[in-house]
């Protein structure tokens, strides 16, 4: 299995998420906010987003 690293994420009208950017992601974060600021939505947008690149490398 690849091994991929994010630097940053941009995000744009994915649920809870009008427009947004986290950046210097290192291999260790924390995620911290109030009940309903989105914090499950990034690791969605995370998990959709590696699934798709996980069937996109398969297809190679």
């Known amino acids: 299995m690849e091994q ?4 940053t994420i941009y995000i ?9 950017e986290i ?5 260790f974060n924390i995620i ?3 009940n309903n600021a989105g ?3 990034i690791f969605r ?3 959709s987003t ?8 398969k297809l190679i």
């Open 4 to 7: 991929y690293e994010l630097k």
């Open 12 to 20: 744009e009208n994915y649920r809870s998420f009008k427009q947004g």
């Open 23 to 27: 950046d210097d992601i290192d291999k």
């Open 32 to 34: 911290l906010g109030p």
């Open 39 to 41: 914090k499950s939505n």
């Open 45 to 47: 947008l995370l998990k």
């Open 50 to 57: 590696l699934n798709l690149v996980e069937r996109k490398s």
